[in-house]
């Protein structure tokens, strides 16, 4: 359920609530009595809320935040974070330039699937961690051929972070690329 407000063209702000509750998950129900066996059992729930908010203080300037918050049972289901929050920025400059700069915040959590066993826990989580990440693009048109077109550079990690999405399974720090999208 959610609610979405314009205020103008200055900005816009989007409020939603969700729910979702799961079941019928397969674990492995060890005996008494012998064999073990496959049954639909597991069952989880989430709570959440999210706001974001979009702003238009300027023609060429778009501002962005948002805000998630879970809460999850059992507390260790696996990718679902507490609280994941997002920022950032889309600058068109000097005619044909164009900045982007996006961040994004994400407390620990569990990863990994839970082992498929009746009241098994899952152990494997991640630490938190924040990400910056930009863009800075050069766009342009070639009259007479119907085409358009940016060449970019582009640097995710810009804080050098260390992250995982899955226990000792790091992920890259500072990383670069150039580019070019054309469109026809």
């Not at 729930?45 to 300037?61: D, Q």
């Not at 289901?77 to 068109?92: C, D, F, K, Q, V």
């Not at 994004?104 to 991640?126: C, G, I, K, M, W």
């Not at 995982?164 to 890259?172: H, I, S």
């Amino acid at each position: 359920v959610g609610i979405r407000h314009r205020f103008g063209k200055l900005a816009m702000a989007d409020l939603t609530f969700f729910y979702d509750d799961g079941k019928d998950r397969y674990v492995v129900v060890p005996p008494p009595p012998p064999p073990p066996v496959y049954e639909n059992v597991e069952e989880y729930e989430i709570k959440g809320v999210e706001a974001s908010l979009a702003l238009y203080p300027f023609k060429n300037l778009a501002l962005f935040g948002g805000l998630t918050y879970l809460d999850t049972d059992p507390s260790d289901l696996p990718y679902a974070p507490e609280i994941t929050a997002s920022a950032g920025l889309n600058w068109r400059f000097l005619e044909r330039f164009k900045l982007s700069v996006d961040s994004q915040y994400v407390s620990d959590f569990f990863a990994v699937s839970q082992a498929r066993r009746l009241n098994a826990e899952n152990t494997d989580e991640v630490d938190n961690y924040f990400l910056v990440n930009a863009k800075l693009a050069y766009l342009f048109e070639v009259h007479g051929w119907g085409m358009a077109g940016e060449v970019f550079v582009a640097g995710e990690n810009l804080t050098d972070a260390d992250y995982e999405y899955r226990p000792d399974y790091p992920m890259p720090g500072i990383s670069g690329m150039v580019g070019a999208q054309l469109r026809f």
